[in-house]
């Protein structure tokens, strides 16, 4: 059974980058892309963008674009998501994804909460 | 960007009675090239990340008990749940992929009468 694994909490003051982490086990990581999305607290899913492992090809949300970043390691099945110049409205929890091509998100990683503040 | 739109946002249900969510896209999420409407719902229990209960509108995804049941093509779907259970209390969310962004519906908050 395949999971996703992420790094832990992250407090940032305004202006500065976090990057995140989110590694896959239990499946061929090359052979799905795999996404972000976040959740601000008491709010809904927003989608920030994919990458494709095979590859490391982004495709960002246009809300985002410029602002953020996604690699992969290929030897560590590893995906990274970094968001710079933060502010205190991009504190959320934000999550990885498994997308196979029927659309869906069927792992999850487990979250990692973002809290900006000064 | 497809705006995605639930209702009701939340929902109050006897345990054993049905429950019944909707999901209205601003545009279709049915692609044309395999027939194939790109809506999912997950459930999201507090605390917990969302997990897919169904995909390309109504096939459940492996492990979800067979009272969940998706429907609907184009702009309109609805996911039912015969027969509550108290497992059953969480927040629901539809999902399109069929275009960029990627967008969610504000969720609907299913509660225990």
């Known amino acids: 059974q395949g999971q996703l694994v992420q790094s832990g909490a992250e407090l940032k003051t305004p202006g500065v980058s976090v990057k995140v982490s989110c590694k896959a086990s239990?499946?061929?990581?090359?052979?799905?892309?795999v996404h972000w999305v976040r959740q601000a607290p008491g709010h809904g899913l927003e989608w920030l963008g994919w990458i494709n492992p095979k590859n490391g090809a982004p495709n960002y949300a246009q809300k985002f674009h410029g602002r953020v970043t996604m690699t992969r390691d290929t030897s560590i099945n590893t995906v990274y998501m970094e968001l710079t110049t933060l502010r205190s409205d991009d504190t959320a929890i934000y999550y990885c994804?498994?997308?196979?091509?029927?659309?869906?998100?069927?792992?999850w990683g487990q979250g990692a909460l973002v809290t900006v503040s000064s | 960007d497809i705006v995605m739109t639930q209702s009701p946002d939340s929902l109050a249900v006897s345990l054993g009675e049905r429950a019944t969510i909707t999901c209205k896209s601003s545009?279709?999420?049915?692609?044309?090239?395999?027939?194939?409407?790109?809506l999912a719902w997950y459930q999201q229990k507090p605390g917990q990340p969302p997990k897919l209960l169904i995909y390309?509108?109504?096939i459940r995804e492996s492990g979800v008990p067979d009272r969940f049941s998706g429907s609907g093509s184009g702009t309109d779907f609805t996911l039912t749940i015969t027969s509550l259970q108290a497992e059953d209390v969480a927040i629901y969310y539809c999902?399109?992929?069929?275009?960029?962004?990627?967008?969610f519906g504000q969720g609907t908050k299913l509660e225990i009468k």
């Open positions: 390309w509108a109504s």
């Open positions: 545009q279709s999420v049915l692609r044309t090239s395999n027939n194939k409407n790109y």
């Open positions: 239990g499946y061929s990581f090359i052979d799905y892309f």
């Open positions: 999902q399109q992929s069929s275009g960029f962004p990627y967008t």
């Open positions: 994804m498994r997308g196979p091509a029927n659309g869906g998100f069927d792992y």
